[in-house]
């Protein structure tokens, strides 16, 4: 089979290749633009993989996007711009990148009768729950985004369905909560608090610090994209978690103990326009009807995996 990977120089989209030219015999293209969050260095220990070819080049390129699509069995969309601060101060861009594109990509899927499409998109499509509660996100929850990278993919999300519905195209969405581990670019919470912590540096905490994120290690969300592409329905959305909920303060404390700092380094600082509360994914939908699981749960331990790896890296 040959995927057209969007997206793959990117934090998850290079995980996701590497755990496929490893554990598949797949061919895959992997399209990306190379903005400040896609690096060539996330893909050199495959890069002259024989199965593996780089094309540089935006989703929102039609003609690229149909040549690329015309030789392709499969699309997974990972690319996007997907830092909520980012969006905040820039809004088209993400509308751009995350709504335009994947309707081009869809188009060209579409056009060439591509078997599947797989939208990776996230759980901040369904806005936040509250804090202290019991619930969690369902694949058919109500979405309320509350950031405009969190909307740009909701509103991704529909044009996927609604190609689907009006087009019958094969296609498939993954909802995924907060990943984490290697190679993930320093604007991200987890690698931004080690990087200033190793240089002893303050570390900025919104608000009171008490949203609660749910975390994933990245490769168990790669191993749950594998499951779907391999046994998912068409048409049907399947949300990836880990049951790990933290809050983001304890989260820094904890990265703070691993390194040997102080939590002297934490300042509280103005809480960001629309901060969202609490995820929580349920995934007990993708573990019944796939037989997916989790494998990196002792959630600690990986952490001080990843810590290691960014500390020898230099970063």
């Given at each position: ?12 989209g290079?995980?996701?290749?590497r ?18 969050a896609g690096?060539l ?9 024989s ?25 997974v ?22 709504v ?21 998109s ?15 996100f369902r ?67 919104y ?28 048409g ?10 933290v ?69």
């Amino acid at each position: 089979m040959k995927l057209l990977i969007t997206g793959g120089c990117g934090f998850i989209g290079s995980h996701f290749l590497r755990k496929t030219l490893t554990e598949t015999e797949f061919e895959v293209v992997n399209l990306d633009k190379l903005t400040y969050a896609g690096k060539l260095e996330n893909t050199v220990d495959f890069a002259k993989n024989s199965r593996y070819k780089f094309v540089e080049g935006s989703i929102c390129d039609k003609n690229l996007v149909d040549k690329l699509a015309a030789g392709a069995d499969v699309i997974v969309n990972f690319a996007a711009e997907s830092h909520v601060d980012n969006s905040i101060e820039n809004p088209q861009i993400f509308v751009e990148t995350n709504v335009l594109g994947t309707q081009i990509l869809l188009d060209a899927a579409r056009k060439h009768s591509l078997k599947k499409f797989l939208q990776i998109s996230t759980d901040e499509v369904y806005g936040d729950l509250p804090l202290g509660s019991t619930e969690k996100f369902r694949e058919h929850d109500e979405l309320k985004p509350s950031s405009p990278y969190s909307a740009s993919k909701a509103a991704a999300d529909m044009l996927c369905l609604a190609a689907w519905r009006t087009f019958d195209q094969p296609v498939l969405i993954s909802r995924c909560s907060n990943n984490f581990g290697t190679h993930q670019l320093a604007e991200k919470l987890m690698p931004l608090v080690i990087s200033r912590a190793l240089k002893n540096e303050k570390i900025s905490v919104y608000g009171d610090g008490k949203n609660v994120r749910d975390w994933i290690h990245v490769n168990d969300h790669c191993s749950a994209i594998l499951k779907i592409l391999e046994r998912g329905q068409a048409g049907e959305i399947y949300n990836v978690g880990a049951d790990n909920e933290v809050a983001n303060i304890d989260l820094v404390k904890l990265l703070l103990k691993i390194l040997g700092k102080s939590e002297g380094l934490i300042e509280f600082v103005k809480d960001r326009p629309g901060h969202d509360r609490r995820y929580a994914i349920d995934s007990s939908k993708i573990q019944s009807e796939l037989g997916w699981q989790p494998e990196h749960v002792n959630f600690e331990e990986e952490l001080k995996k990843m810590v290691t790896w960014y500390k020898k890296e230099n970063f």
